[in-house]
């Protein structure tokens, strides 16, 4: 995995950490986990409101929706949220409309609405990615509901790659991150998990090439770095730069 500069936008969430986060979920969904099932938008962008919600209907068996009170669809989001029950109506869907969640920290957001024109003090993702690039990871636990936590995946040969590890500190280069990490700095109070909730507290060092671990235990790492491909996580606390 060659060192290279990330063009693309990363997650807030890793791809492969969903179906923990979803998890989490299953007190307020029945005790059922939710389960994701995905639909290229290249094959419904076109749709008008009607198509799209006959789609739902017809072709893939949806019973119910929720979604927020400001949510657009159809071609060129020409549909709110009131044709949306109106519509599932129409194809015997159940249709919930939530309000938003508001962030009780306005203060704390003050430069986004500015420069976002969706912005009405709702929690959402673009000011997890703001609380992020402040460093400012109580307010990110705040608005996920829980702590944020940073995954990377790494294919270990020797230090070819830019990863060197002792039994107290792992350094690996940031192209091996799978989802958003905080700004640079250093962060205490945070955890290394390994495997199943494997946590070893840890103080993580972020620079703009590479990221640090340091733990007074012997590293969780020493072990999975003889693997010829393995997944850390990095589950940080309330403080931050």
């Known amino acids: 995995m060659p060192n290279c500069t990330l063009l693309f936008r990363l997650p807030i969430v890793a791809k492969c950490d969903r179906k923990r986060v979803l998890s989490s979920w299953a007190p307020y969904c029945g005790n059922v986990t939710p389960a994701e099932f ?56 159940k249709a919930y409309i939530i309000n ?24 959402s993702s673009t000011r997890v990615r703001h609380a992020l690039g402040k460093g400012n990871m109580r307010y990110v636990s705040e608005l ?43 962060y205490c109070n945070c955890f290394i998990v390994i495997g199943e909730e494997n946590l070893v507290s840890c103080r993580v060092i972020i620079d703009t090439t590479h990221i640090h671990l340091e733990s007074d235990e012997v590293g969780p790492w020493v072990d999975a770095t003889s693997q010829e491909l393995w997944t850390l ?6 403080t931050g730069v």
């Open 38 to 93: 995905h639909v290229e938008f290249s094959t419904v962008r076109h749709l008008s409101p009607r198509q799209f919600v006959e789609k739902l209907s017809n072709e893939l068996g949806v019973s119910g929706v929720v979604a927020g009170e400001n949510y657009r669809f159809g071609y060129r989001a020409s549909g709110d949220a009131v044709e949306l029950v109106r519509l599932c109506d129409e194809n015997g869907i």
């Open 100 to 123: 938003s969640v508001m962030d009780k920290n306005q203060e704390l957001a003050r430069n986004i609405s500015s420069s976002d024109s969706t912005e009405r003090g709702q929690v």
């Open 233 to 238: 996580g990095i589950e940080f606390g309330d």
């Open 144 to 186: 996920l509901g829980r702590k944020h936590r940073l995954l990377l995946m790494a294919k270990y040969q020797d230090d070819e790659e830019g990863i060197t590890s002792s039994k107290h500190r792992l350094t690996v280069p940031r192209s091996y991150l799978l989802n958003l990490p905080p700004k640079e700095g250093s």
